[in-house]
């Protein structure tokens, strides 16, 4: 039970961070602007983690930060925190990731995993410690590492069209993700609208989207945490806009666990244009 608990709190993590959608076309002007959030993380309706995150997106280039760490009682059976990294390129109207990074410190083990892509492709990477070895693991091959996206990149929603882009259509779409160590699917379907309030920052619609997770390699068949989430039919993500782009992001994640419901919200929402042709740079851990 406890090693089951651990991978689904690292699982639906990862999901709730990475778990949303591909970039699409998007029409008209080129758009800047910058977002910084802040997070709570909790379950069965008690805190156990907080997370910040800042997005920076240019005309040609853009870049992504999430860090996050455990609180309160949480620390006490499984203490951790991580930060993930992005930045690509902004051409064609779709977001084209470049170097993708992450750390995840928990119970005094760290794991690493570093990704470098060119056109969708994953050119090198390196994950440390690497997977123990298991004949029953699904393999991952050359042909899984195409036409993939990093898991930050996924949850940037890039809406085509004129319209207004807190629409259904923002959840009509499934993304194949690669995160060094599995590459699945995540489908988004429109469920509804909604209205929130973030004590700083953002009011407004969101747009709320079912999440349908499909495991397609390095995985191991059977394994219990992946079983439940393939058969989840209750994950939601709640997508809100990013000013002065068609660009959205989750402001909301919600996961049913065995120990309770999973929530992932945004207590800090400010997003701005941003004027100037400066390049979005970050580093990669």
Known sequence: ????????????????????????????????????????????????????????????????????????????????????????????????????????????????????????????????????????????TEAHRRAVTDPITASLIRVSGNGDPLSADACTRSTPIFDGRLRYD????????????????????????AIYFSPVAGYIPGRKVIEYLTGQRDMEVWLAPVTGTRVLVPYKVSIPTPLGLAVLEATQFVSSPVPGPTSASAKIP
């Not at 170097?99 to 090198?124: F, N, P, Q, S």
């Open 186 to 209: 995540l489908k988004l379907a429109f469920k509804r609208m909604e209205t929130v309030k973030a004590e700083k920052g953002y009011q407004g619609r969101v747009v709320v989207c």
């Open 1 to 140: 039970m406890l090693t089951f608990r651990l991978d689904l709190r690292r699982l639906a993590a990862a999901a709730a961070v990475l778990a949303f959608a591909v970039a699409c076309p998007a029409g008209g002007h080129a758009q800047q602007a910058k977002l910084e959030a802040r997070y709570v993380a909790s379950l069965a309706g008690i805190p156990v983690g907080r997370g910040a995150w800042v997005l920076d997106i240019r005309d040609n280039q853009y870049s992504a930060d999430a860090s996050g760490a455990t609180t309160g009682l949480l620390r006490v059976f499984a203490s951790g925190k991580g930060r993930s990294m992005t930045q690509g390129d902004v051409a064609n109207g779709q977001l084209l990731p470049r170097r993708y990074g992450t750390t995840i410190v928990a119970d005094k083990k760290t794991e690493e995993v570093a990704i470098a892509l060119d056109g969708g492709t994953v050119t090198e990477f390196t994950v440390n410690p690497p997977p123990n070895p298991d004949p029953n693991r699904v393999p991952l």
